[in-house]
Structures are given as C-alpha cells and as structure tokens.
C-alpha cells in the first residue's frame, strides 16, 4: 500500500493548515509517512516539489491551497517526469495534469448557495438556515498513474483514506 504521501502548503493560509493537520492526522493513523514541504508564494513551488520528490513521496495530494492552485503548472512539471501522481479536490486542476480528485462541484455548490440566498431574499431568517456542505461532489479516478504510483495506491479503500476522510470538513 502507499507508505509515503507529499503534501505541499503555504503555511500562512488558514485553509491551507486546516487541510494539512487533517492530513497529519489521517496518516498517522495510517501508518503512512507524511512529506512537507512548505511554499509561501508560487516561485517556492519548484523547490518545494523537488523535496517530495526526493523524499520518494509515492504521490502528492493537493487540498485547499491557493498558491498550490495557482502555480499547479510548476509542481506538474517536475512531479510528473519522476512519475508521482498529484491528486487534489480542485478538479479545475485535472486538465492541467492532476491524476485524480475528489473535490466539491463548484457549479453545484453556486446553485446550493443560490437557493440559500433565494430563501433569505423571501424573508427567512439566516439563523433558520442550517448550514450545510457541499452535495454534490466530483470524483476522477486515477488516470495517468505510473506502474509505481498505481502498486502504492492499491489499498481496500484508497478513496476513503487518502481524500474522502481527509476531504470532509465535519
């Protein structure tokens, strides 16, 4: 199974730590080794890639980051060529090379909080509104997954342990 998982974040993001201590604490529960690497602004993301790739992180899991978002292009670039797939629950992120992703639909959840705002403007007070999460999800499997990456993702329940739990925000 996959005993390694990269992570890169920028450490002054809220969100960005949030994912991050999830994570810290999924794997630890998982036997599985936990490779940081910290990147405050796009230009940090080369040598933040380069270090999970020394560190033979199996694959790199993207959650919640905007400088992660941003400069995507440039971790690809070197992730990619050392056959380290690169999931993430952006899924804008897989035309520009993530391997798989779990993530919220973006066009769903506008919709979600539309009929919110629709229900305030009909004069229902905010505080009767229960929040609630996202309903609506997107899943891509693993596509382009090298031979290496494919052998560690093979867990019972890879989905569930690497983004699913990680993902929920409960």
Not at 49 to 65: G, M, P, R, T, Y
Not at 81 to 107: N, W
């Amino acid at each position: 199974g996959l005993s390694t998982l990269g992570v890169i974040f920028n450490p002054s993001e809220v969100n960005s730590m949030i994912s991050v201590e999830k994570m810290r604490r999924i794997c630890k529960e998982n036997g599985i080794a936990l490779v940081e690497a910290a990147a405050s602004s796009v230009s940090e993301l080369p040598e933040a890639a380069q270090l999970i790739v020394s560190s033979n992180a199996e694959a790199l899991l993207n959650s919640a980051d905007n400088v992660m978002s941003s400069g995507f292009p440039a971790v690809i670039k070197i992730l990619g060529p050392a056959s380290i797939p690169v999931f993430t629950t952006d899924s804008s992120l897989l035309s520009q090379g993530a391997s798989g992703c779990v993530g919220d639909d973006y066009r769903a959840w506008g919709e979600q909080s539309g009929y919110m705002a629709a229900r305030v403007l009909a004069g229902v007070p905010p505080s009767a509104i229960p929040i609630e999460g996202t309903r609506k999800s997107i899943v891509s499997e693993p596509s382009q997954a090298s031979t290496r990456a494919a052998a560690a993702l093979q867990r019972a329940d890879p989905w569930k342990l690497v983004i699913v739990a990680y993902n929920n925000t409960a």
